[in-house]
C-alpha cells in the first residue's frame, strides 16, 4: 500500500515538483541491488581470464584476482608489477593466428553479403511479383527457420566433397549463406511488401529496370532491415565450431573459432598460453561489441519484435 | 492496396536462382537426403537397403540405446533447466532494465549481453579453467560466502553429481542474453500510456508487471520457449568443449547432439558409422519438428487468442 501512495504523490496536483519519498528513493534503488551483482557475474569470468593472461603461469596462481599493475601497502605502500607477455610470446609461436583471423573475417564477411544480396534478390521477387508457385517457394524458404541444418551434416560432408569443397573456405561460406537465408528472407520480404508500390512505379515509369528498382531504390529504404539480419547472422557465423570442425579441419582453412578449440585442447596445461589465447579470441570481439553494442542489441530487438 | 507485377521469367530466374541454388543444395538437400541415409547401411563394405533397421538398433541394441536414453533424459535435463531458470532470470532482469526510470539502462543492457557475444570455446575454456581446483576462483568465491562444503571432492567437471548441471548453467549464464533481449523488446514495445492509466487508477509496480505486462508479452515467452527447445538440439559445443566428444564422466554429459557427433564422425577408440549417425539425425529431426508442430498449433494460437 505504501507504495501505492507514493506512487501517486509523485503526479498529483499539490505536488507539482515530485519530492521523492523514502519509499520511492528504496524503490529506485532496488533495481540496482540486482543488476550491479548480476553485471558483476557477467563480467568476472571475462576480467579474470583477461587479467591473469597477462602474467606468468607462478604469477596467475599466486595471485589470480590483481591486475599485472597494481600496489600494495605491505610494508609500506609499493607498486606490484607482475606483468609478463609470455603467454603471448608461445601462442604467436605455435598457432598462426592471423591466418585463422584471416579466416574467419573472410568467412564472415562473404557469408554475410551472400546473405545479403541473394536473399534480397529473392525476397524482392517474392514480395513484387506474383508468379505461380510464389506461395510454395515462401513456405520452401521459411522451413530452415526451425530445422538446424546441422542435422544433415553426414549428407552434406558427401555434397561438398563431390563438389571438390571439402576442407575450403568457399564449403563454409556457403554454408552458412544457406544457414542464414530463411530468416533473411523472411524479414526482408517483410519491409519489402512495406515499400510504397508508387515509389517503384514512378522509376519503372522513368524507364529503370527491375535491377535498380531493387539495387538503388528498395534497399536504400530497407536498410534497418538489412542491419538486422546481418546483426542476426554475424555472431553465430564468427563463433561457429560445428561446421569448421565437420567441413573445414584442416590447418589452413581454420578459423578462430577452430583454431582456439584446437590450441586449447593441444596446450590444455600450459596456463599462460590458453589465456593469451582466450583472451585474443576475446578481444576483437569485445571491442567490436563495445562501439556497436547500441546498434547491435537494436537490430536484434527490431528482428524480434516482428 | 498491394498489387503485384507479373514478371518476366528471366527476372525471375536471376532474382530467385542464386537463392533457392544455395538453400537447396547446402541446407534443404542434405537435410532431406540424411532422412533417406537413415534408411541404408554399411554392410560387408557395401551399402544397402536396411529399412528401419537403424532405428531398431538405436532403440533395442543396449550399446545404442543405453547412451540414447542417456542423452535424451540430459537434453531434457538441458530444457527443463533453462527452462526453469534462464527465461525468468532473463525476464526479470528485462523486466528491471526496461523500467523508464532506471539509471544506466543502457550499461546493465551491454553487459547482461556481453558473454552472449562470444564463442562457446571461449566461455567454456573460460569456466572450466575457473572451475579447476588447481587455479580455484570459484571454489574461492564459494569459500567467501562460506560455501566451502558444497564443493564436490573430484572437482565440479570430474563428479557425475554436478558435471551436467555446471556444463548446463555455464550455457545458461552464456545465452541468457537471448531471453533477456527477446524480452526487453517486448516489454520497451508496449505502450507507456497503458502503463500511466493503470498508474493512475492505483495500480503498483508489481500488479502492473503481472496484469498488464506480462499478458502483452505471452507470445514472446511462446517464442523463447520454442527457441530454447530446438537450442537444446543443436547443443553439442557446450559439451564438447568442456568434456570432449566422449561427455566424461561416464557419458553423464552426454546430449544427443554430441552422441550425433561422435556415431557419425567417431572419437577415439571407436569407428565412425556414417548410417547410425544419421539415424540419430532424424530421431533428433522427428523430436524438434514434433515439438515446433505442437507450438505453432497448440500453443501460439491459444496465446493469440487470448
Request: hydrophobic share 55%; aromatic share 14%.
Amino acid at each position: 500500500m505504501a507504495v501505492q501512495v507514493d506512487a501517486k504523490q509523485g503526479y498529483s496536483a499539490e505536488n507539482l515538483v515530485p519530492t521523492k519519498s523514502w519509499g520511492q528513493r528504496i524503490s529506485a534503488i532496488i533495481p540496482h541491488l540486482i543488476l550491479i551483482p548480476y553485471s558483476l557475474l557477467a563480467l568476472f569470468p571475462l576480467f579474470i581470464i583477461i587479467v591473469n593472461s597477462l602474467k606468468d603461469r607462478r604469477d596467475l596462481f599466486r595471485t589470480p584476482y590483481i591486475p599485472p599493475l597494481w600496489f600494495s601497502f605491505e610494508d609500506g605502500f609499493h607498486f606490484v608489477y607482475i606483468f609478463s607477455s609470455s603467454g603471448y610470446q608461445q601462442v604467436f609461436e605455435r598457432a598462426n593466428v592471423l591466418l585463422y583471423f584471416g579466416n574467419s573475417i573472410v568467412v564472415t564477411s562473404a557469408a554475410l553479403f551472400l546473405i545479403l544480396l541473394t536473399g534480397s534478390m529473392i525476397s524482392f521477387a517474392l514480395s513484387e511479383y506474383s508468379f505461380w508457385g510464389s506461395r510454395f517457394l515462401a513456405l520452401y524458404m521459411a522451413l530452415g527457420i526451425m530445422i538446424p541444418i546441422r542435422l544433415g551434416t553426414v549428407s552434406l560432408i558427401g555434397i561438398v566433397r563431390f563438389l571438390g569443397l571439402y576442407n575450403s573456405l568457399p564449403a563454409l561460406i556457403l554454408v552458412y549463406a544457406a544457414s542464414g537465408l530463411p530468416i533473411a528472407v523472411f524479414v526482408l520480404t517483410e519491409y519489402m511488401r512495406q515499400v510504397p508500390m508508387e515509389l517503384k512505379d514512378a522509376a519503372r515509369v522513368d524507364g529503370a529496370s527491375e535491377y535498380r528498382i531493387l539495387f538503388t531504390l528498395v534497399m536504400p529504404v530497407i536498410r534497418p532491415a538489412l542491419a538486422t539480419v546481418l546483426v542476426f547472422n554475424m555472431l553465430p557465423i564468427w563463433n561457429g565450431l560445428w561446421f569448421p570442425l565437420t567441413l573445414a579441419p584442416n590447418e589452413k582453412v581454420r578459423t578462430v573459432t577452430l583454431g582456439l578449440s584446437a590450441f586449447a585442447g593441444q596446450y590444455k596445461t600450459d596456463w599462460t598460453a590458453l589465456l593469451a589465447a582466450l583472451t585474443l579470441a576475446m578481444i576483437p570481439v569485445l571491442i567490436l561489441y563495445g562501439i556497436f553494442s547500441r546498434q547491435f542489441i537494436s537490430g536484434l530487438t527490431r528482428g524480434a519484435v516482428k | 492496396m498491394r498489387t503485384t507485377k507479373r514478371a518476366h521469367w528471366h527476372h525471375l530466374l536471376i532474382f530467385i536462382g542464386p537463392a533457392v541454388l544455395i538453400y537447396s543444395v547446402f541446407l534443404a538437400l542434405p537435410l532431406v537426403d540424411s532422412l533417406r541415409l537413415s534408411l541404408y547401411s554399411r554392410v560387408d563394405g557395401e551399402v544397402v537397403f536396411v529399412g528401419l533397421q537403424n532405428f531398431d538398433k538405436l532403440l533395442n541394441n543396449p550399446f545404442f540405446s543405453e547412451r540414447f536414453w542417456g542423452a535424451l533424459k540430459h537434453n531434457f535435463a538441458w530444457f527443463v533447466l533453462f527452462m526453469a531458470i534462464q527465461n525468468p532470470v532473463g525476464l526479470l532482469l528485462a523486466a528491471l532494465v526496461s523500467s523508464p526510470k532506471l539509471k544506466g539502462a543502457a550499461f546493465y543492457r551491454t553487459v547482461i549481453f556481453t558473454p552472449t557475444t562470444m564463442s562457446i570455446v571461449i566461455i567454456g575454456w573460460a569456466w572450466t579453467l575457473m572451475l579447476n581446483p588447481l587455479w580455484g576462483i570459484v571454489n574461492d568465491i564459494l569459500n567467501f560466502f562460506r560455501l566451502g562444503a558444497i564443493i564436490p571432492s573430484r572437482g565440479w567437471l570430474g563428479s557425475e553429481d554436478t558435471a551436467l548441471i555446471v556444463v548446463i548453467l555455464v550455457g545458461i549464464w552464456q545465452y541468457i542474453g537471448l531471453p533477456f533481449v527477446l524480452f526487453l523488446a517486448s516489454l520497451t514495445a508496449i505502450d507507456e500510456e497503458l502503463i500511466e492509466a493503470a498508474r493512475v487508477d492505483g495500480a503498483t509496480g508489481w500488479s502492473i508487471f503481472w496484469r498488464i505486462k506480462f499478458p502483452l508479452i505471452l507470445p514472446t515467452a511462446g517464442i523463447v520457449a520454442i527457441l530454447t527447445f530446438v537450442g537444446n538440439f543443436s547443443a553439442f559445443d557446450n559439451v564438447y568443449v568442456m568434456q570432449g566428444s566422449t561427455a566424461g564422466p561416464d557419458y553423464g554429459t552426454d546430449l544427443l547432439g554430441v552422441f550425433f557427433y561422435r556415431t557419425a564422425f567417431g572419437t577415439l577408440g571407436s569407428v565412425p558409422d556414417l548410417y547410425m549417425g544419421t539415424t540419430i539425425a532424424t530421431v533428433m529431426f522427428g523430436i524438434i519438428l514434433t515439438g515446433v508442430l505442437l507450438y505453432f498449433f497448440g500453443i501460439q494460437q491459444r496465446l493469440i487468442r487470448d
